[in-house]
Every structure is written in C-alpha cells, then in structure tokens.
C-alpha cells in the first residue's frame, strides 16, 4: 500500500513534546504539528518549534507547523465546592463578578456577558452536558431555568449558541500569540471562531506588518460563520471543521451534515479543509478505537477532508504514536477504495478556476501521465500555487513538487497527495528538466525506461506559462 494522501495533523502536548517522540511522530507519518495557544508559554513554544524544525531535519521531511490561537474562549469561574448538580426545571443564576456567593450562582471571565444575552437565550456549560435557558435578567444577576441538567465543575467552557457577541476573535492575547507565530516561522496560523471575513482579513494584516507568509486556516465553530461560510473560505488560505465547539453552536444532530457542506464549499474554492476533534478520541486511554470512531476518519476522506487531526490523543493520550498509526492505516485503507472505485473529481477541470491555465495544465499533466503509464508527476516550483491546484483535482497518480523553498515545502505538507522535497539549482530555467531527471534517477527510485511527467515553473519567464514536458530515465 503507497503512503496516504490524505494529510495528519497532530497536536502536540505533554505526551509527545519531546525531541525522540516528534522524530516518531513524523516516521509514523505526521504532516503537520498543531502547538495549541490555549496551553502553555511561548518560551515553551518556541522550544517546541526548534525540536519540530530540527527533528524534521533529521528525518530530511518537510513538516509544517500549525499555531493554533486561542482566541474568546468563555468559561465559568470558581463553582462552590469545585462542582454542583444541574437538575432539570431547577433555577441557577449567571452573576457578575468572581466568586459566587450561593451553590446556585456561577460567574464568568466574560465582564460583559451579562450585557450580551437576552431572555429566551440559551447557554451551553461544558461539552453540552448542562443546558440553561435565560428566563429574566436584571443588571447584576441572569435567572435561568435548567433544560438539561449535569455536573458542572469550575472553569468550564461557555457557549452561546443565541447570543450574538460584541467580544473579537482576535483578542489582545491571540495577537501578541500571532506575532510570536510570525517571527517563529509558523507555516500556518489557525483563527478561532471565526464569524465573518473581516476577522481574517484583520489577521492577515497583522501577520503582513510581520512580514510573515504564515497561511490563515478559519476554526469554523460558531453558528454565524456557517451563516457567512462563503466569504469565510473565500478570505481564508484553508479551513478547519472545529466540530468541538460547533456541536455546540447549533443542534449536535446537525454537525455531520455541516461538516459535508464545508468540505464542499472548501473544494469548489479549492481550500485545503481538515477535518478536527475526537476522531480518534478513545485512543486517549486505549490502543484500538472504536469502530464508530474508525468510521468517522473514513467518511471525513471519502467527503474530500485534505486532512485529518489528532487532538488530545497526541497531546496528552497514552498512546500518541499508536493514534498516529492507526490514522494513517484509516487513511490508506480508505484510499484504497477510491483508487479502485475512482475518485468523482480525479482528473476535474473547474472551469471558473483563479487560474485557468494552470489548472489546464495539471489537468494535461495527470491525463498524460495516465495515457503515456509515467510513474510520476513532478512538479518544479518556487511556489505552492501549482502544487494546490494539482492537490485539489484529486487524482491518484503519485505527485512530488521539488521546491528549493523550505518555507514552500513546509506549506505543501498540507496538500493532499503532494509530497514535498527540497531540491537546490531549481532557478536556472533552463537546467530544471535536467536537474529533475537528476533528482528521479539518484532520488527517486525511479529505474531505466521508466516515464515520469515534469510541470516546469516559468516564472523566471514573464511572457511564457508553466512548461510540461514527459521525461524517459535513461
């Protein structure tokens, strides 16, 4: 079986920031490491980014990293006695400031919360456990009625899924978070909850005064990017389905079906979309998953998921390494099927493509490939634009871009079916057919008479387009 196109994302945490565990994370087959702001300090982080580049290096495999911000993250404060039961039809009361004086009132880190809900409003405590329904509200105090009851403990997360907030994604921590993540040299930068373009577009002149070329991926989690979800991907560099707090923002019953409307929105505006929490989420405290769970991984893939991410199960389970293994089995056994059913977008043209000739020629390159039986479509590129366009088409034939860009590299770890290697002397146009066959015969195992494809960057040249040539190792 060929190694998987589909791309893994593992956060790491705890139980894999260390330099020998990342080195077997990225032989087990990780793509991209997700550092979670939400934990930890940015001396902290900024020792784990040395060990990804420098166990990367060692493993001579471009890895990209995923920063990934925090940002208005709501939670209670302090509940009397760490924990009080929730029943149904009980009353509790949303009060200002920090320590509850009664067993029924709970506080918040959000000043203003008080002032942002409305009667009929209802808030989420935990992973959904509890459910509470405003029913009056005074200046200090929100009455609420509880429809669904649970345990609730200290500190934990608040949803809102009626409440329309005045509070910015792009919080005073997220954007002292993003300009460390530009001068760390983060390939990518995750925005959570997102709710309209503009949020990306602020973050994206932040990282910009930065100098960064950090792509933005959009967390879609809150029920008004699914309103704006268009816009969204359309300002966006890649997307992410943060199925957490989004089973949270609308009915949990809804998720799979939103979860297949933006993996498709992300395909018809060719975005990388990765397919995010609990997906192996048992592997936390066992070495197998459940079937359900092996399911989930399969059909995210089978919808056109570019990637799929390990959470907790990389950061702080038991079994980091036996998580990533088992994702990448999924992966390819998946795959499997849709080689031998074949895929419902290999060799697809768009014909409203941002470029047209591009996209025609890697169209060209895989119908050549397939015609002439190369063994390889190799792209030449200081750039990733080429390499995406291919990803997105969705064939089966085995591509490879050489880059002389780590940065570029690092980008491409993302794309599906797109493996990335760095290649010095890419920039004399006329020595890349040269130098790629150079590359095929000492590097890529690639034997006498056999065919390979080349897609040749013409950059250099203003007045010519990319070049497609079949190549015969000799």
Same mark, same amino acid.
């Given at each position: 079986?060929?190694?998987?196109?589909?791309?893994?994302?593992?956060?790491?945490?705890?139980?894999?920031?260390?330099?020998?565990?990342?080195?077997?994370?990225?032989?087990?087959?990780?793509?991209?490491?997700?550092?979670?702001?939400?934990?930890?300090?940015?001396?902290?982080?900024?020792?784990?980014?040395?060990?990804?580049?420098?166990?990367?290096? =060692?493993?001579?495999?471009?890895?990209?990293?995923?920063?990934?911000?925090?940002?208005?993250?709501?939670?209670?404060?302090?509940?009397?006695?760490?924990?009080?039961?929730?029943?149904?039809?009980?009353?509790?009361?949303?009060?200002?400031?920090?320590?509850?004086?009664?067993?029924?009132?709970?506080?918040?880190?959000?000043?203003?919360?008080?002032?942002?809900?409305?009667?009929?409003?209802?808030?989420?405590?935990?992973?959904?456990?509890?459910?509470?329904?405003?029913?009056?509200?005074?200046?200090?105090?929100?009455?609420?009625?509880?429809?669904?009851?649970?345990?609730?403990?200290? =500190?934990?997360?608040?949803?809102?899924?009626?409440?329309?907030?005045?509070?910015?994604?792009?919080?005073?921590?997220?954007?002292?978070?993003?300009?460390?993540?530009?001068?760390?040299?983060?390939?990518?930068?995750?925005?959570?909850?997102?709710?309209?373009?503009?949020?990306?577009?602020?973050?994206?002149?932040?990282?910009?005064?930065?100098?960064?070329?950090?792509?933005?991926?959009?967390?879609?989690?809150?029920?008004?990017?699914?309103?704006?979800?268009?816009?969204?991907?359309?300002?966006?560099?890649?997307?992410?389905?943060?199925?957490?707090?989004?089973?949270?923002?609308?009915?949990?019953?809804?998720?799979?079906?939103?979860?297949?409307?933006?993996?498709? +929105?992300?395909?018809?505006?060719?975005?990388?979309?990765?397919?995010?929490?609990?997906?192996?989420?048992?592997?936390?405290?066992?070495?197998?998953?459940?079937?359900?769970?092996?399911?989930?991984?399969?059909?995210?893939?089978?919808?056109?998921?570019?990637?799929?991410?390990?959470?907790?199960?990389?950061?702080?389970?038991?079994?980091?390494?036996?998580?990533?293994?088992?994702?990448?089995?999924?992966?390819?056994? +998946?795959?499997?099927?849709?080689?031998?059913?074949?895929?419902?977008?290999?060799?697809?043209?768009?014909?409203?493509?941002?470029?047209?000739?591009?996209?025609?020629?890697?169209?060209?390159?895989?119908?050549?490939?397939?015609?002439?039986?190369?063994?390889?479509?190799?792209?030449?590129?200081?750039?990733?634009?080429?390499?995406?366009?291919?990803?997105?088409?969705?064939?089966?034939?085995?591509?490879?871009?050489?880059?002389?860009?780590?940065?570029?590299?690092?980008?491409?770890?993302?794309?599906?079916?797109?493996?990335?290697?760095?290649?010095?002397?890419?920039?004399?146009?006329?020595?890349?057919?040269?130098?790629?066959?150079?590359?095929?015969?000492?590097?890529?195992?690639?034997?006498?008479?056999?065919?390979?494809?080349?897609?040749?960057?013409?950059?250099?040249?203003?007045?010519?387009?990319?070049?497609?040539?079949?190549?015969?190792?000799?």
């Amino acid at each position: 079986m060929t190694a998987p196109r589909t791309k893994l994302v593992a956060t790491l945490g705890p139980a894999t920031n260390h330099p020998d565990m990342i080195a077997r994370l990225i032989q087990g087959g990780v793509d991209v490491f997700r550092l979670n702001m939400a934990h930890g300090d940015i001396a902290r982080h900024d020792e784990t980014v040395q060990r990804i580049r420098e166990a990367s290096r =060692r493993e001579d495999r471009a890895v990209g990293i995923l920063v990934d911000l925090a940002g208005p993250k709501i939670r209670l404060g302090s509940v009397r006695n760490d924990a009080i039961e929730l029943e149904i039809g009980g009353e509790v009361f949303l009060v200002r400031g920090d320590q509850p004086q009664a067993d029924n009132e709970l506080t918040s880190n959000l000043p203003v919360l008080l002032d942002e809900i409305q009667p009929g409003h209802e808030v989420v405590l935990g992973d959904g456990g509890a459910r509470l329904v405003v029913t009056a509200l005074t200046n200090d105090r929100a009455v609420c009625r509880v429809v669904d009851g649970g345990t609730v403990r200290s =500190r934990q997360g608040i949803s809102l899924p009626s409440t329309t907030l005045s509070i910015p994604a792009l919080g005073d921590v997220d954007r002292q978070h993003a300009r460390w993540a530009a001068q760390a040299g983060a390939d990518y930068v995750s925005l959570s909850f997102v709710r309209n373009a503009g949020e990306i577009q602020e973050l994206r002149q932040l990282l910009n005064l930065e100098n960064s070329t950090a792509q933005i991926v959009a967390k879609i989690e809150k029920r008004e990017a699914l309103d704006n979800l268009d816009a969204i991907i359309s300002a966006a560099d890649a997307v992410m389905v943060a199925r957490g707090d989004l089973g949270l923002e609308i009915p949990i019953e809804k998720t799979p079906l939103a979860q297949k409307r933006i993996i498709r +929105t992300c395909r018809q505006f060719g975005k990388p979309v990765i397919v995010a929490t609990q997906m192996l989420e048992s592997m936390h405290h066992s070495k197998l998953p459940t079937r359900a769970e092996v399911s989930d991984v399969a059909n995210a893939i089978l919808d056109g998921a570019d990637a799929c991410m390990l959470s907790g199960e990389t950061a702080v389970g038991q079994f980091p390494l036996d998580a990533v293994r088992m994702m990448k089995k999924i992966m390819g056994e +998946t795959e499997s099927f849709l080689v031998h059913r074949g895929s419902s977008r290999a060799g697809h043209q768009d014909e409203q493509s941002t470029w047209p000739v591009m996209e025609a020629m890697m169209f060209s390159a895989a119908h050549i490939a397939r015609r002439t039986k190369a063994k390889l479509v190799v792209i030449a590129s200081a750039e990733s634009r080429q390499a995406l366009v291919k990803s997105k088409q969705r064939d089966f034939i085995p591509t490879v871009c050489l880059t002389d860009e780590q940065r570029m590299a690092q980008r491409m770890a993302l794309y599906w079916g797109i493996v990335p290697i760095v290649v010095a002397g890419l920039r004399d146009y006329q020595r890349i057919p040269d130098r790629v066959m150079e590359w095929a015969r000492e590097q890529g195992g690639m034997r006498s008479g056999e065919r390979l494809v080349m897609v040749l960057d013409s950059e250099a040249t203003s007045d010519l387009h990319d070049s497609l040539l079949v190549g015969e190792i000799s």
